[in-house]
T-cell receptor
Framework: DAKTTQPTSMDCAEGRAANLPCNHS???????VYWYRQIHSQGPQYIIH???NNETNEMASLIITEDRKSSTLILPHATLRDTAVYYC??????????FGKGTRLHILP | DGGITQSPKYLFRKEGQNVTLSCEQN?????MYWYRQDPGQGLRLIYY???????QKGDIAEGYSVSREKKESFPLTVTSAQKNPTAFYLC?????????????FGPGTRLTVL
């Protein structure tokens, strides 16, 4: 049922940029791309979202391709505390978020 | 200190008993949501409410009930009709409940049925 495809897991060295890809080839023109992360046994934490343009905030940058069929979340300087499951989500409609299984990001010391 | 609180963090119940999970928010958000998460899986929507005294079923509402008597509160009751209630339950809220709104999540309640 998920409308996004993400790698199951990724590794990144501490201090390096972590680039997490997401494919959403069936996205519609008015659907937002959201990114959340979840640390074990905690509630998901909002990271960033976008529609067409690239976005940046204090946590991350979101790069959306021109055709909107894929996006990349960038954590510029990964730390051990960034180890989590990262979910790329397309908002289907007003009332729900469809979560897939996400990408398990391991930050290596 | 604004946010969403859920209580208790851990909950144990005997099979056949109803149990109510609390969710409170002081963000002045109109919309509130309940999700269920099973090990290694994403979240699935149980119920949502976009305004006081109104709520809608999500994908897996069977065996659950909710109420929305106050804007800041959205309790979830897991009834004995829910066949596999052991899970991690997450409450969320957003300003208006539209697709451009961000949903903010509480810390979750882990329910175990013995």
């Amino acid at each position: 049922d998920a409308k996004t495809t993400q790698p199951t897991s990724m590794d990144c060295a501490e201090g390096r940029a972590a680039n997490l890809p997401c494919n959403h080839s069936t996205i519609s023109g008015n659907e937002y791309v959201y990114w959340y992360r979840q640390i074990h046994s905690q509630g998901p934490q909002y990271i960033i979202h976008g529609l067409k343009n690239n976005e940046t905030n204090e946590m991350a940058s979101l790069i959306i391709t021109e055709d909107r069929k894929s996006s990349t979340l960038i954590l510029p300087h990964a730390t051990l505390r960034d180890t989590a499951v990262y979910y790329c989500i397309v908002r289907v409609r007003d009332d729900k978020i469809i979560f897939g299984k996400g990408t398990r990001l391991h930050i290596l010391p | 200190d604004g946010g969403i609180t859920q209580s208790p963090k851990y909950l144990f119940r005997k099979e056949g008993q109803n149990v109510t999970l609390s969710c409170e928010q002081n963000l002045n958000h109109d919309a509130m949501y309940w999700y269920r998460q099973d090990p290694g899986q994403g979240l699935r929507l149980i119920y949502y409410s976009q305004i006081v005294n109104d709520f809608q079923k999500g994908d897996i509402a069977e065996g659950y009930s909710v109420s929305r008597e106050k804007k800041e509160s959205f309790p979830l009751t897991v009834t004995s009709a829910q066949k596999n209630p052991t899970a991690f339950y997450l409450c969320a809220s957003s300003i208006y409940g539209t697709s451009s709104d961000t949903q903010y999540f509480g810390p979750g309640t882990r329910l175990t049925v013995l």
